[in-house]
């Protein structure tokens, strides 16, 4: 026979149950056994954050082009969650959903500078309880500065053929 002997709620809004149990004791996704005829329980029952995320996604790119991420969380009581990305440029915290506890989302995005960013992204139930950050470094490179050096110096060799006769050499080395 099971009898709950008393509850109260706590200042976290978990909630304190005892009393005795034959058998198997219920309480959502956990499960007691009994030892015995009759066992006695204490039972702190409250909402648990989902996972950590997982993000998966491109590491590098180029800004301006639009990058596609996905994330995945559970929930440990199976709560819709609540996605929220930071992706390191200052636009601010963009939030998605609720989703079904344990189904992959998506994000699209695109950087609109060059420079390296750690996108972050956390879940949130439906009841508040946030998961620890996840994080991704995303490199959208600078190479045009790489480019303007070299096309200056090809410009410096057309307008002076012969004023730099090491370098000229060099440079058909590897032409």
């Known amino acids: 026979m099971d ?3 008393g509850i109260v709620t706590l200042s976290d809004d978990s909630t304190v149950v005892t009393g005795s149990f034959e058998g198997i ?3 959502g996704p956990y499960n007691l056994t009994s030892q015995g005829d009759s066992d006695v329980f204490v039972a702190k029952l409250g909402n648990q954050p989902p996972s950590t995320p997982t993000i998966d996604g491109p590491t590098e ?3 301006g082009e639009q ?3 996905e994330v995945c969380s559970t929930d440990p009581e199976g709560d819709d969650i609540i996605y929220c990305f930071d992706f390191g440029d200052d636009s601010g915290e963009i939030c998605i959903g609720p989703f079904t506890s344990g189904t992959c989302q998506t994000i699209d995005y695109t950087w609109a500078e060059e420079g390296t960013y750690v996108v972050k992204v956390k879940a949130t139930d439906v009841y508040g309880d946030a998961s620890d950050w996840a994080t991704l470094e995303v490199v959208m490179p600078v ?4 480019d303007t050096h070299i096309t200056l110096l090809q410009r410096i060799f057309e307008l002076f053929p012969n004023a730099f006769p090491i370098l000229r050499q060099l440079r058909g ?3």
């Open 173 to 175: 080395l590897y032409h």
């Open 67 to 69: 990058y596609t991420y």
């Open 61 to 63: 790119g180029t800004a």
């Open 143 to 146: 190479t045009q500065q790489l």
């Open 3 to 5: 009898v709950g002997r």
């Open 25 to 27: 004791a219920d309480f």
